[in-house]
């Protein structure tokens, strides 16, 4: 099931915002994530906020979470507009879930709320999550006409064995498939997110899958250890013993052979766990949230952050549209972060970027300890010299621990 909300404080019936949340609000740039809460099936190392049919019943629908997403659209507007912003949107990203079950009648209709609320920049970045079960050229030509211009497809696995232990549905070979058709459709970026660690997985099941990734011919792939959520069936499964989990030195060599394969496929990282063929194909949305953007969530159990200030929604698809059904805000709870917790986000996320993380971000003890990480090799010496703190391959697997030391 998914994970518990954190605690917080009240968030205002109004949404209103703190008067913290708007200083310098015209430097930064403006993001919309909108989480879609259905699922098909659940799967067994899922703790994301999503539902089948048979969990809602009949609580909750599509349509009432549309109503309410169009809503809380409104209210973002409410909020913002009401200071003065007048930042257009550079990116949107529609997450879940499964946003491809929802069609592209309601996809289209948020996409063009925001436009009318906000207005997107000419450049914007659009883009949705898809499973490739519930994707067809039909969609995807809507999609495309709609104005989404990039696609993320959960590929997970080439494996059928590993698929079936992950609780996938989707055939094998089938992401690829629907690489073509996005193509097709005229999808100029896309991407497939790999899984590796699963338990039980070998070898020679990832390196097929990186294959499989990397001659499906998209220009980014992300991949990302396995994590055994507390709560979910695969939890259950490692902790009877039902299945077995890889050891850190597995891990750490499969996303080493995951470095290998894709660049030697033309690909660079530009972020510990992404990958992408040029400039271009980098997703500009996760970007946004690594480098201090603000980004509204919209949707169930979704998260905002806006100037220090980050909120948290409802999680309740039926909780989440009867509150803006009466016109209050879904936020379930809030906190403003302290300048001592910003600097220290900020660390965690740039120094995961290939571009790295200026030392001037760092205390002076902090520096110190960069100089040692770079004589111990895990930060690039060329780069510190060039004021910059900027992972090695080595640092990469080590990433967050070496944040954690320079913040100390």
């Known amino acids: 099931m998914p994970s518990t909300l954190p605690d917080g404080d009240p968030v205002p019936v109004d949404g209103a915002l703190p008067d913290q949340a708007h200083v310098g609000m015209a ?19 899922c703790d994301f906020n999503t539902y089948t049919a048979g969990e809602l019943g009949s609580q909750a629908s599509p349509q009432s979470w549309l109503d309410g997403a169009l809503a809380e659209i409104d209210l973002a507007a409410r909020v913002l507009r ?13 997450g879940g879930g499964t946003p491809s079950l929802v069609g592209a009648g309601p996809l289209t209709a948020l996409l063009r709320r925001i436009d009318d609320r906000f207005g997107l920049t000419p450049d914007a970045e659009v883009s949705t999550e898809a499973n490739p079960e519930s994707t067809d050229p039909a969609l995807l030509d809507a999609l495309r006409a709609a104005g989404y211009t990039r696609l993320s497809l959960g590929m997970q696995s080439s494996s059928p064995r590993v698929l079936q232990i992950l609780d996938r549905r989707h055939t094998a070979g089938r992401p690829e498939a629907v690489v073509a058709q996005a193509r097709a459709a005229g999808f100029d970026h896309v991407n497939l997110d790999l899984i590796y660690g699963t338990p039980g997985e070998t070898d020679r099941e990832f390196a097929d899958s990186l294959a499989a990734a990397v001659g499906a011919g998209v220009d980014h792939v992300s ?3 396995l994590i055994v959520e507390p709560g979910t069936r695969m939890h259950r499964q490692v902790r009877t013993g039902a299945l077995p989990m890889p050891d850190e030195d597995i891990l750490a060599d499969r996303y080493l052979m995951a470095e290998a394969a894709l660049t030697a496929a033309g690909m660079s990282w530009y972020e510990v766990s992404n ?13 946004a949230y690594w480098t201090g953007g603000d980004w509204w969530g919209i949707g169930p159990g979704a998260h905002s952050h ?35 917790s910003r600097e220290l986000e900020r660390v965690l996320l740039e120094l995961r970027l290939a571009d790295g993380l200026a030392l001037d971000a760092l205390s002076p003890v902090g ?10 090799g895990l930060l690039d010496p060329a780069a510190l010299s060039a004021g910059r703190a900027v992972l090695t391959l080595r640092g990469r697997l080590l990433a967050d621990g070496i944040a954690l030391a320079l913040t100390d």
């Open 306 to 340: 806006v100037g220090g200030v980050r909120w948290w929604n409802v999680k309740h698809p039926a909780a989440y549209a009867a509150a803006l059904a009466a016109g209050r805000s879904p936020g379930a709870a809030r906190e403003v972060l302290s300048p001592e």
């Open 367 to 376: 520096r110190d300890r960069a100089a040692q990480d770079a004589t111990d």
């Open 27 to 45: 430097a930064r740039s403006l993001s919309f994530y909108v989480h879609v809460p259905f699922c098909a099936t659940r799967c067994g190392y």
């Open 223 to 225: 991949a990302y250890s």
């Open 82 to 94: 009401s200071r003065g912003d007048t930042r257009p949107v550079g990116t949107v990203f529609v």
């Open 275 to 287: 990958w992408a063929t040029d400039d271009a194909a980098r997703c500009r949305h996760n970007l």
